[in-house]
């Protein structure tokens, strides 16, 4: 079915308007906890970062990966309906990808960025499994949302981590982070 959203900004104005393919999470069987448990960044976390950031004069960008459940692989057989507007009589569709709504699709995500910058040579910091570091960089996940924090002396090297994001997603932002997760 589809979902019909809006984003606002800093101010609460109305940014942009979304439509976005999901999957009836009411319809979903034999799920586990175990298997959509996807950690999150916790809030002393992010403020220690913050902390670190200020104290050290670290460099931090803000960048928001579009469509990103839809970037991981699904590891098991998932079919839907036909969305609204698309019905063909006994026609269904079978799912390659993590898919909003799907109650597996935050763990597989998070597999896949993780598993993704572990093969870019970022090591995950012991016992905060969002946050991972490498040449004096780091980046912070909070579901689609990264920061990336580097001293201006690694600016080069932060640059070289945005690079190979793209490479992989489609990342929206990059200006310096001025409000995450409605912190200013």
Partial sequence: MWVYTYK???????????????VRGDQQ??????ETYA?????????????IAARFSLELRQFDVANAFVHAPIDRLVYMRMPRGYTRQGTI??????LYGLRISP???QKDITEYLTSMGFLTVPHEPCCMIRDGVFIFFYVDDIILGNH???REAADKAVEGLRKKYTLTGGE???WF???E
């Fill in 8 to 22: 606002l900004d800093e101010q609460s104005r109305l940014k942009k308007y979304k439509a976005r393919l999901v």
């Fill in 29 to 34: 069987n034999n799920v586990t906890a175990q």
């Fill in 39 to 51: 950690a999150t960044l916790t809030g002393r976390s992010f403020r220690m970062l913050m902390a």
């Fill in 93 to 98: 569709l079978q799912l390659d990808k993590a």
């Fill in 107 to 109: 763990l597989l995500w």
């Fill in 152 to 154: 201006p002396d690694k």
């Fill in 176 to 178: 310096p982070l001025k």
């Fill in 181 to 183: 997760l409605g912190l």
